[in-house]
């Protein structure tokens, strides 16, 4: 984002800072947050540092509007502007949000894949850690119940599609001893598919055979009233 951001040292803190707000602004979390959407309405995409400091994971980092702003003038992304007085932000127009067509939905789901294995307590630091020189990854969704609580599994985008058949190509990979579950998004969805027709088919199997055993109940009610 500066002009001298090539001859700025980046620390390990800028490096969360500006990958935290980029993610709050990026493709995968922007179009799912009502809230920011509704504060990127109100002044021309421009939202004040104030507002963004009390988002949860920013704030845990830092709420120094200079330790922010220095952050992502270091970015080399090029995702966000930073206004002139220096108290908003905002995504560079010029960058708007992808259009949802099924041909960009195709893009996502090859760039995808599903891990399940992660015990409950486990923090998106932590698997962010674990991924960590696993490829460059664009987005990590973890999966959650309807009470909030971490389903064990989650997904997570690729910034390529070869960068995630690669990641494929490796799928004995244990996190604290765990044996992980690794599919792509298309083997997930058929897994599902095929879970839910099982489901069915003896939730089925099942009705008739209650049915049966209820006729039979009434033929044997009858043949003792005899």
């Given at each position: 984002?500066?002009?001298?951001?090539?001859?700025?040292?980046?620390s390990d803190l800028d490096t969360k800072i500006s990958q935290q707000v980029e993610?709050?602004?990026g493709d995968h979390n922007l179009p799912r947050?009502?809230?920011?959407?509704?504060?990127?309405?109100?002044?021309?995409?421009w939202v004040p540092l104030e507002i963004m400091i009390k988002f949860n994971r920013l704030s845990k980092l830092t709420t120094d509007f200079g330790i922010i702003l220095g952050a992502l003038k270091k970015s080399k992304t090029g995702l966000l502007e930073i206004d002139e007085e220096k108290s908003k932000i905002r995504r560079d127009p010029s960058k708007?949000?992808?259009?949802?067509?099924?041909e960009y939905k195709n893009a996502?789901?090859?760039r995808s894949v599903y891990i399940k294995g992660f015990q409950l307590d486990t923090s998106l630091d932590e698997i962010k850690?674990?991924?960590?020189?696993?490829g460059p990854i664009e987005n990590i969704q973890m999966r959650r119940a309807l009470d909030k609580t971490f389903k064990g599994s989650i997904f997570i985008v690729f910034e390529t599609e070869d960068a995630?058949?690669?990641?494929?190509?490796?799928?004995?990979?244990?996190?604290k001893d765990s044996d992980m579950i690794i599919l792509s998004k298309e083997e997930y969805f058929a897994k599902k598919n095929e879970e839910r027709k099982q489901k069915h088919s003896e939730s089925k199997a099942k009705h008739k055979q209650e049915k049966a055993d209820a006729q039979k109940q009434a033929e044997d009610?009858?043949?003792?009233?005899?």
């Open positions: 984002m500066a002009e001298n951001g090539d001859k700025e040292q980046v993610y709050y602004f947050d009502k809230f920011l959407k509704e504060q990127i309405s109100l002044d021309d995409g708007p949000l992808p259009e949802v067509t099924e996502i789901k090859n850690g674990w991924l960590e020189n696993k995630a058949k690669k990641f494929l190509e490796n799928r004995d990979l244990k996190f009610a009858e043949m003792v009233g005899i």
